[in-house]
């Protein structure tokens, strides 16, 4: 087990590939928060990792406020007594539509930048106390393959995601010195079922331009939060880990 006792906050994790985390570190060992603006999801996931014999809770949380982000990382403290691990993985995602960037509503532009980038920012700064008294420990940060590629219809959505990688490496400077890795993981489009539904030609074209030509689902993203959340990563900071089967290289 490659996160015996470890403590893991996964933001968003309640649905789509967040419970997909949660449960995957859980079958590493480790005790998992799950934490999600949608509390009857991260209920059932919870109680879903305690049925396998697993360890976790459940904490309601908007990442867009600095209070509940707060009152997450005291009820993880407050069981658990240590953080070792934040997944920011909660985002706008399957919330949002396509569509032309002139069409896109300044309240939605703002909405889309305060969960899926000032989320991160708010949660880094609700656990990093715990995290510089251990002396050690590890933030993950979900942006997205969108990011490298550009996927036009979706200008909010893109931007905050190249945010995240910027946010991923700055953070990591500043908190190196208190053993604090920071990284990010870029998945490609995967088959969460949350997402907006693809034509079956859209699927296509996009396993053909994959090095690996098969659809992507969330047991590929999981391998690499596990490696990420593990001493085996101890030494990688302000990476970006672009996990899409090789549709995009960088
Ligand atoms: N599915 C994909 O193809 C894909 C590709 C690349 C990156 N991603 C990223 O992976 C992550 C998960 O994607 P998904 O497909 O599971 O998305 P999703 O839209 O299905 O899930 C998002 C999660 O975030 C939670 N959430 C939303 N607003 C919140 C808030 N204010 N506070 C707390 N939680 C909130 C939701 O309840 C949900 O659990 C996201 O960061 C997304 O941007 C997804």
């Known amino acids: 087990m490659r996160l015996k006792d470890k403590v893991v906050i996964v933001t968003g994790g309640g649905v789509g590939i967040g419970r997909a985390y949660s449960m995957g570190v859980a079958k590493e060992g480790a005790r998992v928060v799950v934490a999600d603006i949608q509390e009857d999801e991260a209920k059932k996931v919870a109680a879903e990792i305690q049925q396998e014999g697993g360890e976790a809770l459940a904490v309601p949380v908007d990442v867009t406020s600095f209070d509940k982000t707060r009152a997450m990382a005291e009820a993880t403290l407050q069981k658990y007594g240590r953080i070792d691990v934040l997944v920011n993985n909660a985002a706008l995602y399957s919330a949002i539509k396509k569509k032309p960037f002139s069409e896109i509503p300044e309240e939605e532009w703002d909405r ?21 008294k251990q002396g050690k420990g590890k933030i993950i940060n979900i942006s997205s393959g969108t990011a490298l590629g550009g996927t036009p219809f979706y200008l909010h959505y893109v931007t905050s995601k190249g945010g995240v990688i910027g946010f991923t490496r700055a953070l990591a400077r500043e908190l190196g010195l208190d053993n604090i890795a920071v990284n990010a993981i870029t998945p490609g489009l995967t088959l969460s079922g949350s997402q907006q539904a693809l034509t079956p030609e859209q699927l296509t074209d996009r396993r053909r331009r994959r090095s690996f030509q098969r659809d992507q689902y969330p047991q590929d993203l999981v391998g ?21 089967g090789g549709l995009n290289m960088h």
């Open 112 to 132: 889309v930048m305060a969960v899926n980038l000032k989320g991160l920012f708010l949660c880094a700064k609700a656990v990093y106390p715990a995290m510089k």
């Open 224 to 244: 690499t939060v596990i490696f990420l959340s593990s001493e085996d990563s101890d030494f990688i900071t302000g990476q970006t880990i672009n996990v899409d």
